[in-house]
């Protein structure tokens, strides 16, 4: 059975990502039919991380999750106290979505400074990041008061951009319409590297990750599947 399972994910991170030839961008298959073979495996994931959650929930003493230790040492902090703010973010086009450009996803990722930020990359049409949103909605939901954000970038195809505004309605996901346009190999790494982001050869989606308040990149998950751990990740940050 675990054979099985570890065989359906593989099937979900080759049509969900990864990079082929010269390109960076992750691979995205046409039809949600392709994925038809995963919506159990989702299923069981996300059962599995809800239980994991609850187990921790249980465990705690002080009314947040357990500490997270992080998956090693934390990037330089990619903001200046002595620079410019960053320009502000293109405004919303005719179908309600802010197409960005890599350079300007990471400016609004600087915008966020002062908040511990997780920044999503995921597509509408991935069933791991459909899977996934749910949890990452109830995430924003339950530190909507704190100094918290979420940031998350779409990056289907130009054809699909539209989608956004009606996906995110859909989870009544409370994130700003992003959609990060096509870019030439190396765009992406070139504008998100500086501020930590490790984006393997190939990667997957959901790629997420989470910087501290100052910037600084703590922790993040290529093909993100453990809602428990992402959790934990953010509560640890906002206690500090």
Same mark, same amino acid.
């Given at each position: 059975?675990?054979? #099985?399972?570890?065989?359906? /994910? +593989? ?10 030839? #010269? ?11 392709? !994925? ?28 947040? !999750? ?31 979505? %802010? ?5 300007? +996803? #990471? ?31 109830? /995430? ?26 009606? !996906? ?5 996901? &409370? ?6 346009? &096509? ?14 982001? %490790? ?9 997420? +990750? ?16 453990? /809602? ?9 940050? /906002?206690?500090?």
């Amino acid at each position: 059975m675990r054979v #099985a399972g570890i065989a359906t /994910l +593989a099937v979900c991170g080759i049509a969900c990502g990864g990079a082929e030839g #010269a390109s960076d961008r992750p691979r995205i298959a046409a039809a949600d039919s392709a !994925f038809q073979a995963d919506s159990a495996t989702l299923a069981a994931i996300v059962e599995r991380d809800a239980a994991e959650r609850r187990r921790i929930a249980g465990t705690q003493t002080s009314g947040g !999750f357990a500490p997270y230790t992080g998956g090693g040492a934390a990037a330089p902090a990619a903001f200046s106290s002595t620079g410019s703010p960053p320009p502000a973010t293109p405004a919303l086009d005719a179908a309600g979505v %802010r197409a960005v450009k890599t350079y300007e +996803a #990471a400016q609004y990722l600087q915008r966020k400074k002062g908040r511990v930020t997780l920044a999503i990359l995921y597509s509408t049409r991935c069933p791991r990041s459909r899977g996934m949103f749910t949890g990452f909605v109830a /995430l924003a939901r339950r530190y909507e008061k704190e100094p918290f954000a979420v940031a998350a970038f779409s990056i289907d195809d130009a054809d699909d951009k539209d989608r956004i505004p009606d !996906f995110l309605a859909r989870y009544d996901a &409370p994130f700003d319409p992003l959609y990060i346009k &096509p870019w030439q190999p190396g765009e992406l790494i070139g504008a998100l590297g500086p501020l930590g982001f %490790r984006l393997p050869t190939p990667w997957n989606l959901p790629y997420v +990750a989470l910087l501290d308040s100052q910037g600084n990149m703590v922790a993040q998950w290529d093909g993100a599947t453990n /809602l428990a751990a992402i959790f934990a990740a953010t509560q640890s940050q /906002l206690a500090q």
